[in-house]
């Protein structure tokens, strides 16, 4: 059998301080992340984020300006040749020979490999997985795109690897056959560490058990799937067509609690605005809205979500985990605060949103976490 059991234990890719500069331009900015044996972790990114850079590096495939990166406990800058037999990868340009039938592309890659499994029961394995066993004997340049990935993804599995790693694995395929690659991904995730990377949200909560997630070259997040499932479904933004007198609406919307920003956002159609509503982390304020607007007789005639870009679920767990920091920061100042009616204070200048220090208490409590404001600007 090709594929290794899995178990989760120990980490099986190490990436330290990473940085790639391509003359003064940085691509890789520092980054850190660990991938435990047996994790599918996604690397999510827009476009030029430093996602490709980082992946031809982790195999070896690049040069690094500085920091280290170690498969299975093997430095690659150490031992290359050793750390590379580790991992099977699937660059975004899949280097196929489009004039080889697909049995010759594996047996070439097998020999490139030096692997010594027997060929023909791991190649048939292989194609098993893979489910390309019915192109076997064609060339792959008639192949489908579909397929011609499925053969890139057979080529990473040569040699048994422990880790796979995919860069940006379903572009430019069709739907029907984004499922498949995924598909194909999560059974391989089963017994294999993963990486993906890609720069739909929706990819990797398909697939992924964790979320790395790369702007600019640094990560601005390393979180479990379901956390980030968690703060992007916690939508905040509607549209939300109302009847009514647009100024009188837009200042009940303003006033309401639990809605933090509120503006027109269509023009008049009959008596009826579009207006963006904004809620509170964690606040759905849907129904009291409708029952707000139905006792004011401005009937509520469209509520929809708006959607979230890649920028705005990055501003999203960016913003939520400042706030979690800056929270803990104050609970720690608050601790140390001396008796309990400073503690109550310090408490109440938490649950404060706008925490202009008025006595001496509050005044200390302001030092010691620090201006806030100044810091949000
Ligand atoms: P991603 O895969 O996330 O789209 P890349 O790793 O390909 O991002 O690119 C990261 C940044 O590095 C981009 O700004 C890109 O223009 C730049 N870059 C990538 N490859 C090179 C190169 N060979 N020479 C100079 N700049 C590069
Ligand atoms: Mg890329």
């Given at each position: 059998m090709i594929l290794i059991r899995k178990e989760v234990s120990d980490f099986m890719i190490k990436i330290d301080h990473l940085v790639k500069n391509y003359g003064p331009n940085?691509?890789?900015?520092?980054i850190s992340f660990e991938v435990k044996k047996g994790e599918i972790v996604g690397f999510l990114g827009p476009n030029g984020a430093g996602k490709s850079t980082t992946m031809n590096i982790i195999t070896g495939y690049l040069s690094m300006t500085s920091g280290s990166v170690s498969i299975a406990g093997i430095d690659m800058l150490d031992n290359p040749l050793e750390a590379k037999k580790h991992i099977g990868y699937l660059p975004?340009?899949?280097?196929?020979?489009?004039?080889?039938?697909v049995e010759e592309y594996l047996i070439f890659n097998y020999n490139l490999k030096h692997c010594s499994l027997n060929r023909d029961k791991h190649l048939a394995e292989i194609c098993e997985v893979t489910k390309i066993k019915d192109v076997y004997?064609?060339?792959?340049?008639?192949?489908?795109k579909g397929y011609r990935q499925r053969v890139g993804i057979a080529q990473t599995l040569i040699g048994s690897p422990e880790v796979i790693i995919f860069d940006e694995?379903?572009?430019?395929?069709d739907p029907k056959q984004i499922i498949e690659v995924r598909n194909l991904i999560r059974t391989l995730g089963k017994d294999h560490t993963v990486i993906l990377s890609t720069h739909i949200l929706q990819e990797v909560q398909a697939v992924c058990d964790r979320i790395v997630i790369i702007n600019k070259g640094k990560i601005v997040a390393d979180e479990l799937t379901e956390n980030i499932t968690r703060a992007v479904e916690n939508n905040r933004r509607f549209s939300a067509k109302i009847c009514g007198p647009q100024k009188e609406v837009l200042s009940f919307l303003k006033s309401r609690?639990?809605?933090?920003y509120a503006e027109v956002?269509?023009?008049?159609?009959g008596d009826a605005y579009t207006y963006m509503i904004e809620s509170e982390v964690?606040?759905?304020?849907r129904k009291n809205l409708f029952f707000a607007l139905a006792e004011k007789k401005w009937a509520l005639i469209g509520l929809e979500a708006l959607g979230m870009s890649l920028e705005d679920i990055f501003i999203t767990i960016v913003d939520q985990t400042g706030t979690k920091a800056r929270y803990e920061r104050k609970t720690k100042a608050s601790n140390q605060m001396k008796n309990a009616a400073e503690a109550e204070v310090a408490k109440k200048m938490i649950e404060k949103?706008?925490?202009?220090?008025?006595?001496e208490v509050e005044k200390k409590f302001s030092a010691l976490f620090g201006d806030d404001e100044a810091e949000n600007k």
């Open positions: 940085c691509a890789v900015d520092d975004e340009q899949p280097p196929l020979y489009t004039d080889m039938t004997k064609r060339v792959i340049k008639n192949l489908s694995p379903t572009v430019g395929l609690p639990g809605i933090v956002l269509a023009q008049r159609d964690g606040i759905d304020i949103k706008t925490a202009a220090p008025n006595s």
